[in-house]
């Protein structure tokens, strides 16, 4: 290989990485806005209020996102430890929390970028926090 090749293939991976660590920034933001979100449901919930279905789904999505992050916590924590994460998701497809899966981004983004007006209000609020990440 030629110098050239090297030059194209290292900025290739540069790109790589740093498109992968905007993933996982993106998702860690996401993960943060729920976690604040469902924290105010449970004051509800310990307020004595009920809460709507559409709240329940939410904080059961993420109390799995939390109970889901401790097993990925040592793959970021462990020093080269991320190198088995393509294996382990491989083996354990479920094991990221929902916020550092691509598939919700791309149905916000293809129900907003269809004309369709009939939008729902989980969607809306994925497009709100995408919007405020600037995706």
């Not at 991976?13 to 920034?25: A, G, I, M, P, V």
């Not at 040592?74 to 929902?98: D, R, T």
């Not at 919700?104 to 497009?127: A, D, P, R």
Request: hydrophobic fraction near 45%.
């Amino acid at each position: 290989m030629t110098r050239d090749d090297w030059a194209k293939k290292f900025h290739h991976w540069w790109d790589e990485f740093k498109s992968t660590l905007q993933h996982y920034w993106f998702g860690t933001k996401l993960l943060w806005a729920d976690i604040r979100i469902s924290s105010r449901l449970l004051l509800k919930l310990a307020g004595g209020k009920s809460l709507s279905r559409r709240e329940r789904q939410q904080l059961t999505r993420t109390t799995a996102n939390i109970f889901r992050l401790v097993p990925f916590a040592v793959f970021i924590l462990v020093p080269f430890m991320e190198l088995l994460l393509p294996v382990f998701l491989k083996l354990f497809p479920n094991m990221l929390p929902s916020t550092f899966q691509d598939k919700m981004k791309e149905q916000v983004i293809f129900l907003y970028s269809s004309n369709n007006t009939c939008l729902t209000t989980g969607v809306l609020y994925y497009h709100s926090i995408l919007g405020r990440l600037n995706l």
